[in-house]
């Protein structure tokens, strides 16, 4: 497992690198996907030692991106004791960004909330929540291929009324 451990680690300094996230730190990561590995490892269908390399190189990899998207989605402004944003000496957006991103998530969350009501629950636990589609499908007592069809069908949804939205907003 060592060898493992090692290989892991090395991809996953490498992937925060080159995406530019600290917060993440790499031992952690490679923890999180050895604990995970194990309480799923009756998902892992291969018999060879590059197969198991793969397979718990996709399993970091979900958890890398779990982390990003749940970063993004739970990301507030700082703001100074005062609760003043400009306050501050730096900040990683400007006002007007933080407003603009603020503006987005409010108008994806109220199309999700327009969809059909499994549609809607299939995208809050698989994308804001984080769960896997096979996580989702048992949350929701339902078939994995039938969650997999109202998560596609949602995302489909929502493209359509998000670019709607974009194309009559004025320049």
Same mark, same amino acid.
């Given at each position: 497992?060592?060898e493992?451990?090692?290989?892991?680690k090395?991809r996953?300094k490498r992937?925060?690198?080159?995406?530019?996230h600290p917060?993440?730190d790499?031992?952690?990561?490679v923890?999180e996907?050895f604990?995970?590995?194990?309480?799923?490892i009756?998902?892992y269908q291969g018999? %060879?030692? =590059? *197969?198991?390399?793969a397979?718990?190189?996709?399993?970091? @990899? +979900?958890?890398f991106l779990?982390?990003? $998207?749940?970063?993004?989605?739970d990301?507030e402004p700082p703001t100074?004791?005062?609760g003043d944003?400009?306050a501050?000496?730096?900040?990683? %957006?400007? =006002? *007007?960004?933080?407003?603009?991103?603020?503006e987005?998530d @409010? +108008?994806l969350?109220?199309?999700v909330? $327009?969809?059909?009501k499994?549609q809607?629950?299939?995208?809050r636990l698989?994308?804001?929540?984080?769960?896997?589609v096979?996580?989702?499908a048992?949350?929701?007592?339902?078939p994995?291929d039938?969650?997999?069809?109202?998560? +596609?069908?949602g995302l489909?949804?929502? $493209?359509?009324?998000?670019?709607?939205?974009s194309?009559e907003a004025?320049p």
């Amino acid at each position: 497992m060592n060898e493992h451990r090692d290989y892991l680690k090395g991809r996953a300094k490498r992937w925060l690198e080159t995406r530019k996230h600290p917060d993440i730190d790499p031992s952690e990561l490679v923890q999180e996907t050895f604990l995970r590995a194990h309480t799923r490892i009756e998902q892992y269908q291969g018999t %060879s030692e =590059p *197969s198991l390399r793969a397979w718990l190189r996709t399993v970091m @990899r +979900r958890l890398f991106l779990d982390r990003v $998207r749940r970063s993004r989605l739970d990301y507030e402004p700082p703001t100074s004791p005062s609760g003043d944003v400009e306050a501050l000496p730096c900040s990683r %957006s400007s =006002p *007007s960004k933080v407003v603009m991103k603020a503006e987005h998530d @409010r +108008r994806l969350r109220e199309a999700v909330d $327009r969809l059909p009501k499994d549609q809607a629950t299939a995208i809050r636990l698989h994308y804001f929540e984080g769960l896997t589609v096979v996580e989702t499908a048992q949350r929701m007592n339902r078939p994995r291929d039938a969650v997999a069809g109202l998560v +596609r069908r949602g995302l489909a949804a929502l $493209r359509r009324e998000i670019g709607r939205g974009s194309e009559e907003a004025p320049p």
